[in-house]
Nanobody
Framework: QVQLVESGGGLVQPGGSLRLSCAASESISSIYIMAWYRQAPGKQRELVAAIYSDDTIDHTASVTGRFAMSRDNAKNTMYLQINNLKPEDTAVYYC???????????????WGQGTQVTVSS
């Protein structure tokens, strides 16, 4: 399975921005689904955005307009640009990669170790 490593998290003030990266150990151009999830303290992991091999991108409604997912196949890296950060965005952000469907990717695919995003003044 592909190995994934997230980076780019940190402590940021409300209204600030971050760009998270997820570097893959192999080519991502043919991976069917790559996705960003987040898990806030005491809450379940939730889907934030997903990109498919045909470059279709879906963002969860709660983050549309503030979050933008992209990928650079040449660098085997996907990104999550987060703007206008809010305290409720505080969470560990994970990247996920897999095949067939979001469910299959989530249950059987590869996961990174996560990167912490903390939004606080």
């Amino acid at each position: 399975q592909v190995q994934l490593v997230e980076s780019g998290g940190g402590l940021v003030q409300p209204g600030g921005s971050l760009r998270l990266s997820c570097a893959a150990s192999e080519s991502i151009s043919s991976i069917y689904i790559m996705a960003w999830y987040r898990q806030a303290p005491g809450k379940q992991r939730e889907l934030v955005a997903a990109i498919y091999s045909d470059d279709t991108i879906d963002h969860t409604a709660s983050v549309t307009g503030r979050f933008a997912m992209s990928r650079d196949n040449a660098k085997n890296t996907m990104y999550l640009q987060i703007n206008n950060l809010k305290p409720e965005d505080t969470a560990v952000y994970y990247c996920n990669a897999g095949e067939r469907s979001l469910t299959t990717a989530r249950d059987r695919g590869s996961w990174g170790q996560g990167t912490q995003v903390t939004v606080s003044s």
